[in-house]
């Protein structure tokens, strides 16, 4: 139901506000501010369908390349050289 969904996205809004501020309490390195990112993991696949054609080679519309990983195609040598 709707009240359900709603009880739930706001005991998601408190969570991630309370994290965010005892976060925000700790010393950083160089001072800097922390921030949160709630994304899905397959995030990659929505940003494709919105991103033109790359100077990689990487065709218009397609998903871009999941988390740290090189763009699709990038790692001729196997795993180890892509790092």
Do not use: Q
Request: glycine share 8%.
């Amino acid at each position: 139901s709707s009240i359900y969904h709603a009880c739930i996205e706001l005991s998601l809004i408190y969570l991630h506000k309370s994290f965010l501020d005892k976060i925000k309490k700790r010393h950083t390195y160089r001072n800097s501010e922390p921030t949160t990112s709630l994304l899905t993991i397959t995030s990659n696949v929505v940003y494709g369908k919105y991103t033109g054609n790359m100077p990689d080679g990487r065709e218009a519309w397609t998903p871009l390349a999941p988390g740290a990983s090189p763009s699709y195609g990038a790692e001729k040598n196997g795993l180890l050289a892509s790092l």
